[in-house]
């Protein structure tokens, strides 16, 4: 055997791999440790002579694993949480992300009875670390992960690598492997990650997703970035890349001026009904100020009316590298400001007056229509109420005359969780009513069970104040929110803090999500807060439609700002307003 260690007690190892013969003549590749005066003219650390398949008992177990993949395609396009626990690099940064405090069982209660070192260590500290660590786990698959999560520098992990294959003949196992890449991949590393894809790619046939994701995002900021490609494609055998995937791919191409491919990836994305990152785009227009290019511009068009159709808004810096894009343009004076639009809906830049956000009566009449068929009487219906108690709600509000209000009982009472809730609603419904509104309010039959939040003279006060109805305790609100202030009329308004998402998923076309989120904006009161005595008060509702939009030689952006948390139900507040000088 041609294994040979030597200096391991000195810093700065190199790593040097080579195909050793063991016995029954399998060809293993070895990762070799030698002295940094051994091998001084090399420039990295890692490097490679051969490149032959190798038949290790972890190769085939990767290969198992991505069969496995293979056949659970369509049915399962996510990696399971089994092949996750052994392909720990994505799962580790996950778990640091989602909750720091996991009990995954690869990660057992002795989290502090060593620390990590944050220098490399020799052979003889590792041991010696080794020993004095108390878990029941494997030492090497702990360390690593928890080198992983807390971003270690890549020398430290080096040297752990080191000590590792120093053990084991030169071998250092699948697991490892991949959060070193991880942690290469994390500082920028991109001569270390190129390092790691040789070995990969010499020791195994195939590589699962997390690795090759990984290796996607280190392979695009070098001279090597086609490699990223091949990779995705490798993705692409045994599942939909992620919409990240495409990102870093096409930032890849566009790094390095090829910009079909950037936009053929793009396309590909979207024929996967992923929504592309906001960065991706960005990307388009940042490197869209340098060419002078018709095909090109009209792409970037249409990606600002795709953000329109899909209700995305860019970030402030994205806003930033729009209008710097239109003022780029040759010969077309485009001249871009920040501003906000005043409650008359003119914008305070140019004077135009930003789209309604009211629906024409046709406009109205057809979400009216889709929303009766795709949400109400659609097969959503019988998973969240029956199709009887439906029935006797349509009866109900086919005897009323239209209301004005109609208010979710449930979800307003529940908004301030300290005071009682029967006490919410009649304050609410009170202040309403006082206003001559006709008022409808969708509650649950246990809301008139008396309990210390629902007191009997409260809900017997709304009731002589408001139309109700009371459900079965399993139905959602949803369906009949929408059901009776539709019916109501184009009038009428709905309180909830509830978003409905999941109706708009239900709705088929981009035209009528567009619809349906415009009518939302123009017809849902969302409470903003409440005083004990004061009332309740709403958000105010615009009457302009905060929506991208253009008038051919004009484009107004509404965009996000970095510092400025927007909930869910909010609209951005700051525009991009761009029109061309004449
Ligand atoms: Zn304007």
Redesign the pocket.
Known sequence: MTFCLSGIGSFAKLWKSNPVLLGRGHSYLSLFLTDFCGIRNQQRWFSLKTMSPQNTKATDLLIAKARHLRKDEGSNKQVSSDSSHLFLAGAAKKRSQMNPQSKDHALPPVKNTIELPTKPLNSKEWDKLKEDFKGKVNFESWISSQMAQCRSSVDVAKSLLAWVAAKNNGIVGYDLLVKYLHLCVFHKQTSEVIDVYEIMRARYKSLEPEANTLLIRGLIHSDRWREALLLLEDIKKVMTPSRKNYSDCIQGALLHQDVNIAWNLYQELLAHDLIPMLETLKAFFDFGKDIEDDHYSKKLLDILLYLRNNHLYPGESFAHSIKTWFESIPGQQWKG?F?TIQNSGQ??????TIESIHLSPEEYEFLKGKIMRDVIDGGDQYKKTTPWELKRFKNFVKSCPPFDIVIDGLNVAKMFPKARESQVLLELVSQLAKQNLRLLVLGRKHMLKKSPRWRKDEMEMVREQASCFFADNISEDDPFLLYATLHSGNHCKFVTKDLMRDHKACLSDSKTQHLFFKWQQGHQLAIRNKFPGSGITFQHILSHDTVVQTTGD?W?IPYDEDLVERYSYEVPTK?L???RKT
């Open positions: 400001q501003t914008c305070s830049g140019c004077g135009k004009s107004h525009w307003c761009l029109h």
